[in-house]
């Protein structure tokens, strides 16, 4: 983004067109950082998808209509955001957040620049014009957000004239608002999370301030380094440390004593094993106290040292470098014209790989947190060369407008096989027979994605009670086919004890599809562990690449 | 008839007027939606001579699945298309939340838009 310098300390007294499009943009740049905390204060499970992810696409579109604007006129720009953001409107808040813009151009649509009382007038508008618009307004929402911020930009414009310091108290009074709309809303207090619009919108404005104080937004190229490094960042200052991994041979093993007391050691521990024989896997500072713990409990075997910082380096320069290999494209299968083909939805360039490979005909990018739109779906099925389509939502939320999308299609028989997961989904594909009878393969395929249990390891985006157990916010949570049933701090862990309570004994095969947060050597790791737990099964890994799951796990 | 719920100790009903009540509520607080109407000009005069609360709700049960027919006047200068996806998933939400028994389709009928919005 470009940049005009501000001195920061000065006041600023007017705002044109050209400043208000960096400010946008600023804000939404901001945005784009705080989205998935934004994500994460949702509650109602519906199909509308996250808030953070509405808010940003909307005002994303705002900002891709006054992209090449050269327009000093903040009344022509603030049009053009208006319509940007009518245009790229999803979600509740952001129908919200463009009947703000609306009424915002509204009130500054004859000024070349406003002043504090301009700004004033435009988000006091913006307000009233949002309000109009339902029946009934709901308190401890965005709304009340947005008017308490206007009614504090009046105020603080009684006192001043720099519009630094009046948005600073705009924001200062949206967080305010933010944290009071809990006692204002009941389902927002029951789930004990803030509104979720009414954050998006602060963030939009802090985003401004911050940008006009001069403060780091890091937007686009930065936030990728940013993102990358934190999910690299070393646990501590000391760095990665040691990975250790031994078996302990002897008799009379006490394996949760020697768990307790390796736990204490470090950090990543599995420990597992029976009065015989024990495998210990742990991450530590200092190796030689852990060799010599085991040493003391009895015979050690196969002791496998490695350094998990240069590893760590390895992984950065491989992934960081300038001359990382470019992967061949992802190209879907050839489908040929009256057979049946499968259009599917799946998060990460892994998973639709691995659904291209198995001859899906279409994948559609999507899933947990991005639920693709039913016109996606008619999209990929009227792409198709074919006149007979199975839709594969792999994913509940997903079902309805994979409905919708077979309801909307003409001249194609579409049918829709409710997966609700990826694992589902991929034992559904297995089942597609291209020359058959379309309901006859639609119930096979149906049939076949009901024999696979699906775990799924994620992190818990806050404190819950669900199905007994307790949850806090930041842990690691397990689910089998959606529901919660372990807990924990650490990663593989909670893998194992969500094998266990998925009852994969009488199972043959375990896949892991590893998601974008995790390493292949930390996949594998986890891996070669399974193997030894479960000699009688086939542990296959697969790269799924998908965001905030650090695991998929699919048995049959 | 209505939706049919079998227990242990008999059977629970729930008339489609309650599911209409319902989704009422939810429209009420639907962003976007300004208003409800019928789906002919007689019934429009039917609704208003008799103040009907379900106004522009139809509630039916088609093979055993419930379906819903809102008729709306929403906002001019909002995207409809966001709006009324915004309906269907309140009105199933809340729907499903009070009644306990899927809902099968909602259907968003835009019967007008409210260009108004005159400054005080």
């Known amino acids: 983004m470009e940049r005009e310098f501000i001195p920061s300390g000065e006041a600023l007294h007017t705002c044109n067109g050209h400043l208000l499009q960096r400010l946008a943009q600023a804000g939404t740049a901001w945005l784009e950082q705080n989205y998935e905390s934004v994500n994460a204060l949702n509650v109602f499970p519906v199909p509308d998808g996250d808030t953070g992810t509405n808010m940003l696409l909307t005002m994303r579109s705002a900002c891709k209509e006054i992209a090449g604007l050269n327009d000093p006129h903040i009344g022509h720009v603030a049009q053009q955001l208006y319509n940007g953001a009518l245009m790229g409107a999803r979600g509740n808040s952001g129908v919200i957040l463009s009947q703000l813009w609306r009424g915002f151009a509204r009130a500054v649509e004859k000024d070349a620049a406003i002043d504090s009382e301009g700004l004033v007038r435009g988000l006091q508008e913006g307000v009233r014009l949002a309000y109009q618009a339902v029946q009934t307004p709901v308190e401890g929402t965005m709304l009340t957000v947005a008017r308490e911020g206007a009614e504090e930009a009046a105020l603080a414009a009684q006192h001043t004239h720099d519009l630094i310091a009046i948005l600073d108290r705009v924001v200062a009074r949206c967080y305010q608002s933010v944290e009071r709309t809990p006692q204002l809303l009941d389902v927002l207090a029951e789930a004990g999370v803030v509104d979720a619009g009414g954050m998006g919108l602060t963030y939009l404005l802090e985003g401004m301030l911050r940008y006009l104080r001069g403060e780091p937004l890091e937007v686009a190229a930065a936030a990728e380094v940013g993102a990358l490094q934190s999910a690299l960042t070393p646990e501590d200052e000391q760095g990665y440390g040691y990975d250790v991994q031994y078996l302990i041979k002897g008799q009379g093993l006490d394996v949760d004593r020697i768990r307790a007391d390796i736990e204490a050691m470090g950090w990543s521990t599995l420990v597992v094993g029976d009065s015989n024989l024990i495998k210990v896997h742990v991450h530590v500072h200092n190796p030689g106290e852990v060799i010599g713990y085991g040493a003391s409990q009895g015979v050690l075997h196969d002791v496998v040292i490695e350094n998990m910082d240069a590893q760590y380096e390895r992984f950065v320069q491989e992934r960081g470098g300038p001359h990382m290999p470019e992967r061949e494209p992802i190209a879907p299968p050839p489908i040929a014209e009256g057979t049946i083909a499968a259009v599917t939805v799946a998060p990460g360039e892994g998973l639709r790989r691995i659904f291209y490979s198995l001859g899906a005909g279409r994948v559609i990018s999507g899933g947990q947190t991005m639920n693709p739109s039913t016109g996606d779906i008619v999209e990929a099925i009227n792409s198709l060369p074919t006149d007979k389509v199975i839709i594969l939502p792999n994913n509940k939320n997903i079902l309805m407008a994979a409905e919708q999308a077979a309801q909307q299609v003409n001249g194609k028989q579409v049918r829709v096989v409710p997966t609700q997961t990826i694992p589902q989904g991929i034992s559904a594909l297995l089942a597609l027979d291209p020359h058959g009878d379309l309901d006859a393969v639609a119930k096979a395929m149906q049939e076949m994605s009901a024999t696979v249990q699906t775990g799924e390891v994620t992190r818990s985006t806050r404190d819950a009670k669900i199905n007994g157990l307790k949850v806090k916010k930041g842990q690691v949570i397990g689910l089998h086919n959606d529901r919660l049933c372990a807990v924990g701090d650490d990663l593989n862990s909670v893998v194992v004890e969500l094998l266990k309570k998925m009852n994969v004994d009488d199972l043959e095969l375990i896949t892991l599809y590893y998601g974008a947060d995790i390493t292949p050597q930390e996949a594998r790791t986890l891996a070669e562990h399974l193997m030894e737990l479960y000699p009688n099964h086939e542990i296959e890994l697969r790269e799924g690449g998908q965001a905030h799951y650090y695991y998929i796990i699919s048995a049959e | ?120």
């Open chain 2, 1 to 120: 008839m209505g939706e049919q719920k079998d227990e242990n100790l008999g059977t629970i009903l729930v008339s489609p007027t309650a599911v209409a009540t319902i989704a009422s509520q939810a429209l009420l607080t639907s962003y976007g939606v300004v208003g409800m109407a019928s789906k002919t000009a007689i019934g429009e005069l039917a609704a208003t001579l008799t103040r009907d609360p379900h106004h522009g709700i139809e509630v039916h049960y088609k093979d055993n699945r419930l379906i819903i027919d809102v008729y709306v006047i929403i906002q001019h200068g909002t995207r409809i298309l966001s709006v009324a996806n915004s309906v269907i998933n309140a009105v199933r939400f809340q729907v499903e939340k009070a009644v306990g028994v899927p809902v099968y389709q909602v259907n968003v009928h835009v019967q007008g838009l409210r260009m108004m919005d005159e400054r005080d």
